[in-house]
């Protein structure tokens, strides 16, 4: 079993930045891919990054490329999502999410089995 806690959403403007946590109970989270997800009012829940066992591994929405990192620090059970020139189409809550299912990459919503409770992100034009 997994808990999964995210902290670090907020308020920012345009072209601004924001660095989400998720910390993780269980001795078994550097086995597990990780990920994490976004859901904007009226809107389905969307991939929007995940990450290896390892951390050596990343894949990104291409609606995030080259603005979001993914990270991981199996040691303090944390992953982290660090997103730059933020837009107000990435307002959303943005979900952690873990999958035991495999070790490696994942954009696949229905293999991740453990989530957290979410963090808003709002960004203001």
């Known amino acids: 079993q997994v808990q999964l806690v995210e902290s670090g959403g907020g308020l920012v403007q345009a072209g601004g930045s924001l660095r989400l946590s998720c910390a993780a109970s269980?001795?078994?989270?550097?086995?597990?891919?990780m990920g994490w997800f976004r859901q904007a009012p009226g809107k389905e829940r969307e991939f929007v990054a995940s990450?290896?066992?390892?951390?050596?591994?990343?894949y990104y929405a291409d609606s995030v490329k080259g603005r979001f990192t993914i990270s991981r620090d199996n040691a303090k059970n944390t992953l982290y999502l660090q997103m730059n020139s933020l837009k107000p189409e990435d307002t959303a809550v943005y979900y952690c999410?873990?999958?035991?299912?495999?070790?490696?990459?994942?954009?696949?919503?229905?293999?991740?089995?453990?989530w957290g409770q979410g963090t808003q992100v709002t960004v203001s034009s």
């Open positions: 269980g001795r078994a989270f550097s086995s597990y891919a």
């Open positions: 990450i290896n066992w390892s951390g050596g591994s990343t």
């Open positions: 999410a873990a999958c035991d299912r495999t070790s490696y990459v994942t954009a696949l919503l229905y293999q991740y089995n453990y």
